[in-house]
């Protein structure tokens, strides 16, 4: 991995059958365990972390009065429907 577009190193604490995993994960794979953490950091963020994220925002969005209000959509969804059907 070359250090272009890398933090400054982070320390942390780990419990220990965490760090004995991704040493394990890190040997079998004959990478380093920084390399481990960066997937596992990378799977989270896409996921559940993207979701908390995506979260916040829509959040903002209501507060910022963006929404809509769900009885307002059904009820355009409703005409759309009885429109489609008539």
Do not use: N, Q
């Not at 040997?27 to 972390?49: H, M, N, P, Q, T």
């Not at 979260?55 to 489609?84: F, P, Q, S, T, W």
């Amino acid at each position: 991995m070359s250090d272009h577009g890398l933090s400054d190193p982070v320390t942390m604490r780990l419990p220990l059958d965490v760090l004995a995993e991704i040493e394990e994960i890190a040997g079998i794979c004959d990478r380093s365990r920084s390399w481990v953490f960066v997937r596992a950091l990378k799977s989270y963020l896409a996921a559940e972390g993207r979701e908390i994220i995506e979260l916040e925002r829509a959040r903002r969005e209501v507060d910022a009065g963006l929404g809509h209000d769900l009885d307002d959509v059904i009820d355009e969804v409703d005409a759309i429907v009885k429109g489609a059907v008539a």
